[in-house]
T-cell receptor
Framework: AQTVTQSQPEMSVQEAETVTLSCTYDTSESDYYLFWYKQPPSRQMILVIRQEAYKQQNATENRFSVNFQKAAKSFSLKISDSQLGDAAMYFC?????????????FGKGTRLSVIA | GAVVSQHPSRVICKSGTSVKIECRSL??????MFWYRQFPKKSLMLMAT?????????EQGVEKDKFLINHASLTLSTLTVTSAHPEDSSFYIC???????????FGDGTRLSIL
């Protein structure tokens, strides 16, 4: 079974600075998706960024980018120019690229605080 | 964009009551729906996966007679917590997907409190 590990339970960053959240995963599959979700205090799950494993280019969405290292099974999230609204729980997630009803497998999350 | 509506957002009821939570895909047909449970400051724990018209597949340790899941149509899945007790108090989140390699969209969750 696949597992996702987020080794940083909590992180903090100064407003306007850059922070990197770590995520590693374990799988024997070669094709899969990786995601970062944000969960603010409202508890809504918001998709931040998505990466297909077959793509070598790292995904980018405005201030959010990933460092995808397939061989190392690492998928870190970089948040640039951090804003107060970025404060939330961040979950890394894995999903198989296969037929069938494969669910998202989540890490335990990293709570990000943004300091004004 | 695609939207998943989950209702109700908050339920408070007495022990022994059965509670139904609805999850609707508003602008796409959800071939697969997922139900998660989240404890305070914890991650999302998958409870079950359901496909329209077939029985749900429950994760190990989840009581199927306790948590009844019905996926009667391509836009609606329901989770019924039967004879709820205080230990069932939690945050429940549904998620829906339109196809095998389609994005997975989340509802806003239901906070269930059993007194």
């Amino acid at each position: 079974a696949q597992t996702v590990t987020q080794s940083q339970p909590e992180m903090s960053v100064q407003e306007a600075e850059t922070v990197t959240l770590s995520c590693t995963y374990d799988t024997s599959e070669s094709d899969y998706y990786l995601f970062w979700y944000k969960q603010p205090p409202s508890r809504q799950m918001i998709l931040v960024i998505r990466q297909e494993a077959y793509k070598q280019q790292n995904a980018t969405e405005n201030r959010f980018s990933v460092n995808f290292q397939k061989a190392a099974k690492s998928f870190s999230l970089k948040i640039s120019d951090s804003q107060l609204g970025d404060a939330a729980m961040y979950f890394c997630a894995y999903r198989s690229f296969s037929s069938g009803n494969t669910p998202l497998v989540f890490g335990k999350g990293t709570r990000l605080s943004v300091i004004a | 964009g695609a939207v998943v509506s989950q209702h109700p957002s908050r339920v408070i009821c007495k022990s022994g009551t059965s509670v139904k939570i609805e999850c609707r895909s508003l602008d796409f047909q959800a071939t697969t729906m997922f139900w998660y449970r989240q404890f305070p400051k914890k991650s999302l724990m998958l409870m079950a996966t359901s496909n329209e018209g077939s029985k749900a597949t429950y994760e190990q340790g989840v009581e199927k007679d306790k948590f009844l899941i019905n996926h009667a149509s391509l836009t609606l899945s329901t989770l019924t917590v039967t004879s709820a007790h205080p230990e069932d108090s939690s945050f429940y989140i549904c998620s829906a997907r339109g196809g095998v390699n389609q994005p997975q969209h989340f509802g806003d969750g239901t906070r269930l409190s059993i007194l």
